[in-house]
């Protein structure tokens, strides 16, 4: 079992940078799928990005790439999230989520693939 928990969002304007965190908490990441996610009022949830935990290789959603930067550090047990270059629709609730262990195919930018979620942070970005 793990628990996820988010920090670092708020409010930016647009063309502003954000980093979020997600601590791991009871169990450790370093051989896990880790993603972000979000959702916007109204809209279904969607993935952002995702990291191999034991590989460190990535995937990006096609709207941020090039803004976002996905990390982790196994040590702390941490997964960020560099935005930079906000615009307003990057303004969502950003869940961190973790999928242990991985299955055979790999990891996924499909929500229902992850197993454990945080409880989520709010970014906002005024134009």
């Known amino acids: 079992q793990v628990q996820l928990v988010e920090s670092g969002g708020g409010s930016v304007q647009t063309g502003g940078s954000l980093r979020l965190s997600c601590a791991a908490i009871?169990?450790?990441?370093?051989?896990?799928?880790m993603g972000w996610f979000r959702q916007a009022p109204g809209k279904e949830r969607e993935g952002v990005a995702y990291?191999?935990?034991?590989?460190?290789?990535?995937w990006y959603a096609d709207s941020v790439k090039g803004r976002f930067t996905i990390s982790q550090d196994n040590a702390k047990n941490t997964l960020w999230l560099q935005m930079n270059s906000l615009k307003p629709e990057d303004a969502a609730m950003y869940y961190c989520?973790?999928?242990?262990?991985?299955?055979?195919?790999?990891?996924?930018?499909?929500?229902?693939?992850?197993?454990?979620w945080g409880q989520g942070t709010q970014v906002t970005v005024s134009s």
């Open positions: 989520a973790a999928r242990s262990p991985v299955p055979w195919y790999g990891c996924s930018p499909r929500n229902s693939e992850y197993n454990y």
């Open positions: 990291i191999y935990t034991a590989g460190g290789s990535t």
């Open positions: 009871g169990d450790t990441i370093s051989r896990s799928c």
